[in-house]
């Protein structure tokens, strides 16, 4: 199918993108890589009368590495910033988990911030933004304002942001130095959605495990962060994952069934990719590149 008519509008600076949404409101979409969007319009599962393009503004496209956030602006690709050496080095889990998101043709259109914005439960990027306690830089026809990334996703779809607003930027919150992450997930063929996904936190002191937390995909309404120290506190972090843990992520995540799996089937996986997680992440020797522990797993 074809989209619906609409008006293309195409902006130059955020200013002006912001005035046209605050114009035309609920009928208005912004339109970044189009990677999710045109496929709606093209379904007719959305007909807005207006599209505000922003690829032509300028000074969304940059990275900025901070000594406490990756900043990255509207246009930044998802190809651009997982092939950006210094944000990968600064936060090792961004890059580990955009090498899961869809195939390099579409990483190389789509943008990271539309997917946070898009707010797809199946998506890579709001999950780990949740796990970095993120920030989402918000401007509208009142102005500036940050969302919390915990206060920004309402549900599959659903976020807080306004309609007449647009995310110039997202901040993902960087780790402390010791930090250890993976990101693990599974789907039918590399490059598909994941029937399920993971993003660990680790924090290891003398051996042991003082802090982990985890972020899921696919299998919750919304990404939300599990507090596994009260479970792996005090771990060593070379022995076995407990079966605690496996515990506390089936009870935590909330999938649905669908024609690829099974409810039941998403939580098994939740667990085990889990586990298989924090054990990458507390491997003793880090690898050689800190963002390669990333991994399409077959979970059996
Ligand atoms: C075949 C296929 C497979 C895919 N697989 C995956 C996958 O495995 N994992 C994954 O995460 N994604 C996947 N995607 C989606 C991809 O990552 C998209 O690029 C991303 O979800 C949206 O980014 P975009 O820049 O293309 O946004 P667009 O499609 O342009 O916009 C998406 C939505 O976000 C809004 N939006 C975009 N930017 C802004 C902004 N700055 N401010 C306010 N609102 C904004 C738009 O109005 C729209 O509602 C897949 C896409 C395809 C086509």
């Not at 074809?2 to 200013?15: C, E, L, N, R, Y």
């Not at 505000?52 to 969304?60: F, R």
């Not at 936190?201 to 802090?211: K, M, S, T």
């Amino acid at each position: 199918m074809k989209p619906g008519p609409f008006v293309h509008h195409a902006p130059t600076t955020v200013d002006e993108a912001v005035a046209v949404l605050g114009e035309v409101g609920h009928d208005g979409k912004v339109l970044a890589g189009g990677q999710s969007l045109i496929p709606v319009l093209s379904m007719r599962l959305a007909t807005p009368g207006h599209l505000v393009d922003i690829n032509g503004v300028a000074g969304l496209d940059a990275v900025h590495v901070t000594d406490t956030a990756v900043r990255i602006g509207a246009l930044v690709r998802h190809a651009g910033l997982e092939q950006h050496d210094e944000a990968a080095t600064a936060l090792p889990l961004l890059r580990q988990a955009l090498r899961n998101v869809a195939h390099p043709a579409i990483r190389n259109r789509g943008t990271t911030v539309g997917s946070i914005a898009h707010a797809d439960p199946a998506g890579e990027m709001p999950s780990v933004l949740v796990l970095t306690d993120g920030v989402l830089e918000a401007v509208g026809p009142g102005g500036r304002r940050e969302i919390a990334a915990t206060d920004f996703f309402l549900g599959p779809l659903e976020t807080t942001l306004a309609e007449d607003e647009l995310v110039e930027a997202v901040r993902f919150t960087r780790f402390a130095p010791a930090t250890r992450t993976a990101f693990l997930e599974s789907s039918r063929r590399h490059g598909d959605y994941a029937l399920a996904g993971v993003a660990v936190a680790v924090d290891v002191a003398d051996g042991v495990v003082v802090g982990a937390r985890a972020g899921f995909v696919s299998v919750t309404p919304v990404p939300s962060v599990l507090d596994l120290t009260p479970v792996l506190g005090g771990w060593d972090a070379g022995a076995p994952v407990p079966d605690e843990v496996t515990d506390a992520v089936r009870e935590f995540v909330d999938p649905e069934g669908d024609i690829h799996a099974t409810a039941d089937y998403r939580r098994m996986l939740a667990a085990e990719l889990t586990r298989r997680a924090l054990a990458t992440a507390t491997q003793p020797t880090p690898a050689a590149d800190p963002a390669s522990t990333t991994a399409h797993e077959s979970v059996a």
